[in-house]
């Protein structure tokens, strides 16, 4: 199976929670595919660190859950990856982010560059954080799809129909958790080839 490479921001004051609960549900996915991942946190992410962590591999899965801007994903306002900084260390991989906006630039730098797939978000993305489990699902659903060997063409459809699920889900209750949803939906972006875990 191919290496796997998971950052994650939980120490952010307005999202670390919420990333640490989509890490939590990786986790137990993760186990019951016998996958070990190789994870960088709050305190050990930074551009250095994942130019080591990539640089020995051939090819590989890099998922982020962290903030993000439209050439670039920052920790504490600090860039660890963007189109200046490590666009070149994500050769032969398969890149998924929940962040906002990086699907905007970044996502077609690093294909540009030798990243085979990015699967991401072009606009801001948001959660409701007193009713986070339909975000969550939505935010890991395109990553475990990848490791079911699922192609990335199909990835993108099948993640905006689960979307579709859980906002036909929720309207009823609360049509203002939907739109967020919605949004969050209609962000999503692909950017490179068709592909699936065989490739890697």
């Known amino acids: 199976m191919a290496d796997t490479i998971i950052v994650f921001d939980e120490a952010d004051t307005k999202l670390g929670s919420f990333f640490q609960l989509c890490i939590d549900d990786l986790n137990v996915f993760f186990d019951s595919i016998s996958i070990q991942p190789t994870y960088l946190n709050s305190a050990k992410l930074n551009d250095l660190s994942v130019q080591l962590v990539t640089e020995p591999l051939n090819t590989f899965v890099f998922g982020a859950y962290s903030h993000g801007g439209k050439n670039c994903l920052v920790k504490s306002n600090a860039s660890y990856i963007s189109t200046t900084v490590n666009n070149t260390s994500f050769q032969n991989s398969f890149f998924y982010t929940f962040s906002c906006s990086c ?34 699902v939505c935010a890991n659903y395109g990553l475990k799809l990848f490791f079911n060997g699922v192609n990335t063409l199909q990835i993108e459809t099948e993640m905006k129909e ?30 490179g080839n068709d592909i699936n875990i065989t490739h890697l």
């Open 103 to 136: 699907g905007h630039e970044l996502g077609s730098n690093l294909f540009d560059n030798g990243c085979l797939c990015f699967i991401g978000y072009n606009k801001i993305i948001s959660i409701w954080s007193t009713y986070v489990q339909p975000f969550v």
């Open 162 to 191: 689960q979307y579709n699920t859980e906002i036909d889900a929720i309207y009823p209750a609360d049509f203002i958790i939907a739109s967020i949803l919605r949004e969050n939906r209609d962000a999503l972006v692909r950017h």
